[in-house]
């Protein structure tokens, strides 16, 4: 399994980011995949899911701002950030499955850091 990550950067409050997550090694298209993020000083925290079907789960700090969305074709799933708030600030990781609780058991890849600061 290899997950990459990718798409961070600095982005003003307010602003936009769409962060990519490659995706090898299993099946993409029958796994779930997931979004976690960790701040500076702070513990792994869920942000969203998605099935394989495509429902999705969303933390209520996200919920109406991240959109998680998957590309079957290209091995990929993204998060689309909107309305981008300071506290957003983190490293994003994405991992293979639906995780919500237990995150720390899942296997994450190398991340992709996001700052929020004008």
């Known amino acids: 399994v290899q997950l990459v990550e990718s798409g961070g950067g600095l982005v003003q409050p307010g602003g936009s980011l769409r962060l990519s997550c490659a995706a090898s090694g299993f099946t993409f298209s029958s796994s779930g995949m997931t979004w976690a993020r960790q701040a500076p000083g702070k513990g792994l925290e869920w942000v969203s899911a998605?099935?394989?079907?495509?429902?999705?789960l969303y933390a209520d700090s996200v919920k109406g701002r991240f959109t998680i969305s998957r590309d079957n074709a290209k091995n990929t799933v993204y998060l689309q950030m909107t309305s981008l708030k300071p506290e957003d600030t983190a490293v994003y990781f994405c991992?293979?499955?639906?995780?919500?609780?237990?995150?720390?058991?899942?296997?994450w890849g190398q991340g992709t850091q996001v700052i929020v600061s004008s």
């Open positions: 998605i099935y394989s079907y495509g429902d999705t």
């Open positions: 991992a293979r499955g639906v995780w919500i609780t237990g995150i720390s058991d899942a296997t």
